[in-house]
């Protein structure tokens, strides 16, 4: 996949929907192509954060420590995003991540993801609507949750 | 020292002052004897006086003086030769005189110069030695680039001077003196005009000059003063940039520099305005020679030989006395300069030579406790550090030194290691004094680190073995000229008082480290260096460096086996794919298109880098494959992307690491250039633009940069490139370029590289840092582990050791000190660059370190968190200077004191 794919895969990812594409370009050019192959492991809970992820190909599954073993909380598509939680707050990862077939992906690293946030307003508002909308969600499940009790 | 310059140049040089002064007085009898000769040749011969009769003979070499109070005095009665021959045999003669002169001075001058070089060697030696020898608070108070300043430049103008201190006055004295005395026997008169303005030269000059020293001595003192500020800049440079005080560091300088330029300015003008006076005087004497001899010529009562040999011989008088005067200038001057340097190296309670003294054979252990009876330690304000302490380190015993603020403890540590001198009490090894003790005992029975880490600019392993390095212990065997040169270097080195010491013998003391020799050192230095955890960080040094071959030659022997291991290990965890092996015949996607076209290492600046593009050979072999307009239209390419990613950005922006081909400040430069070729045909770029941009082209990964430039028919277009490259390789570039081969080791290469022999794929994060485990496990497996260690070793650790961390010095330091396995350990607070973990890690490894094999020597540790204590066998809290606690851990938390409250 060559670097103008990706900032057309870049495109389709909310969070950076707003944002001209020459700069997604820079974005994509200064991030680091990884693969991992099923199984391989993209972070561990626990782990400093040092990069978000955008999942260009391939599957994911996001997994939380728990007494009896590790859960699986979520599972990430193409044009999905992870790993930012870490980056933004400055601790370590709440979940580990796992690739649940080939996975191509973009990592970009904290500082660039930093440096873009401050530079580009409405990527930073995109960023706020995901985590707002992630929150409500978790919200839900939590009264869910609750009043299944 | 010897405060005054002409005592000491005496006392070093009595014997070859006088033999230089021998043969400076025999040099006269030929320089006087060549004044006489014009007179005769140009009476005899030429004017004919003599020869009135054709066919009359004179003698010849009938040498015959008139001297004052003797009478006529006949050395020879000589031949009988005619006018001609005459002529041509005194000429023959001078011409002689004029050889034997200027062989004289040949040897007095050869002489002289040896002797100043000598006595030079000699004064810079007894200062560095007294530097060697200063008490401790002195360096609290100089500059060392002032001590340096000192030693190398102010002593100097001392050696061109003490050639000349005794011979000079003599030999200029004596020709002036010569030429006066001959001037004398031509004639009374003329002699008395020369006498009369030479005293005159002699009152008046030297006065004029009094202030020359003043200004001179001045210009020494700020010139230091200068040097010293520069030391301190290049010193404190962190300082000055933290602080934005580079400015006010221009300002001291230029302001210093002004001053300097003053007394400089000031000196010329003085200088100049005295070589004025003395010139008109010289000059004013041959005026009055030929205005009054010329008239006792006229009147007949002076001959024209005569006065043509009084003025020949006063040309020679001004010559001398003004050397003579400036001997006396030179002489006031060095004296000063002598004088000042020697007043900064007079320092009180120097330490006595015999407390260094060499010593060959290891000294008997210590077995006796090290106590300290009410010692106190004042800092150099005059503040207590520590006030009346007593107690004793018995041998064998840990003791952990626990501190508050003002504790103390790291006074005790200091004084413990003689780098702090009490100013009361004292600390005494059983009965004798520690300052008595000499060093040859505490140096190698004892060790020391702390915080304040220095290291020499050398290799990581002669810092580590500097600690072992007290005496030569082998003789050298020298054969041939090696010999000879060695011999020179002793003769020499003794009649300078230099000590002979062979620095090229084998100084490291290995018994002391517990091994035999250079062959099983090493254990000892991996164990240490294990021990404070650094092992590791010297096999990534080693990894990052390239092999020193002469020296590391198992590695290059072992290397194919060595890459083929790594492949079946990768193969083995079905890791293939993290690396892109070089293949002779196959483009490697991971690496840049310039490494696949060259596939080698560049060990000459004509293929590296920028260089690659440009250079002549490599642009006819791009021709000849077809690659040269690919490769031009790629860089274009390139050029276009990068600066439409990059030009927006602000030069500092952090995105710029990320872009390989070009740095930030030539983005202005490719996009005019970008402008200009844009639309112009290939045909019609000039060369050194189609290497601007074909250069670009050689840094480009597809799987890292993703534009989509490279195609099956472009790499293996490469791949031929490449074979012909070598195929018709200029014997000029044989040596620049080391190709790759699977079967050989390459030298101008990291030795990762060369275990590597691929490149680690771009898309796997982690893949370095497996792939490098995965290489310390082979190279263990191998054998392989102790060489890579050494490869570490010889990396240059850069000015004071700058080049590692802080905490890496620190590690250095504390593994030095273990290695000469001392008998008592002294550690003041020597881990505090580093996190409690690693600290606590590194305290329990080094206390076993220093006990293993039945080794039990005591240790005081000056701990940084009273945490730590709990690993001693003792513990002691200091608190304002005091001793307020002493006692086993278990005790010190039982009850309620000081020590209680700091762990809490």
Redesign the interface.
Known sequence: MLLKDEVGMLQRVPLFSGIEPTKLKLLAFTSDRVSYSAGQILFRQGDEGDAAYVILSGSADILVDSDSGPIKVAELVPNSIVGEIAILCNSSRTATVRAASPVEALRIRKDHFLRLMKEFPEMTIEMVRVLADRLSHTTADLIDARSAK | MEPSLARYIWTHTKKQQIWILMIVLLSMIPYFMSFDLPKLIVNGPIQGRGFEQPGATQPFMRLHYDLPFIGEVLFFSGFQLDRTSTLFALSLVFLLLVVINGLFKLYINTYKGRLGERMLRRIRFDLVDRVLRFPPVYFKRVKSAEVATMVKDEVEPLGGFIGDAFVQPVLLGGQALTAMLFIMVQNVWLGMIAVVIVVIQIVLIPRMRRRLIVLGRERQLTARALSGRVGEIVDGIGAVHVHDTSNYERADIAARLGLIFKIRFDLYQWKFMVKFLNNFLAQLTPFLFYMIGGYLVIQGRLDVGQLVAVIGAYKDLPGPMKELIDWDQARQDVQVKYQQVVEQFTVEDLIAPRIGALTIDDPAPMTNPLSATGLSIADDGGAMLLNRISLQVRPGETVALVSTATGGAEALAEAFARLTWPDSGRIASGADDLLELPEAVTGRRMSYASSDVFLFQASLRDNLLYGLKHAPLTSVPYEGAAADQRRWNVDEARRSGNPELDIHSDWVNYASAGATGPHDLFEAVRRVLDAVVLSRDILDLGLRSSADLTRHTELARRIVELRAALRTRLEHEGLSGLVAPFEPGAYNKEATIGQNLLFGAAAGPELADRALAANPYFASVLKQAGLDRTLYEMGMEIAEQAI???AD?PPD???FQ?LAFMSAEEIPAYETLLQRLKNRPYEAVSETDRAMIVTLSFAYIE??????LLSDELMSKIVAARNRFYENLPPELQNAIERYDPAKYIAAATVMDNVLFGRVG????DAPDRIRSIVYDILDELGLYAELLDVGLDFNVGAGGRRLTGGQRQKLDVARALLKRPDFLILNRPLSALDQRMQDKVLRNVLEEARRDGHSPAIVWVVTNPAMAMMFDRVIVFDSGQLVEDGTHETLLAGRGIFKELLS
């Open positions: 439409e990613l990059f950005l922006h952090q995105f990320q799987p890292r940069h993703r534009f989509g771009n898309n796997h994060p």
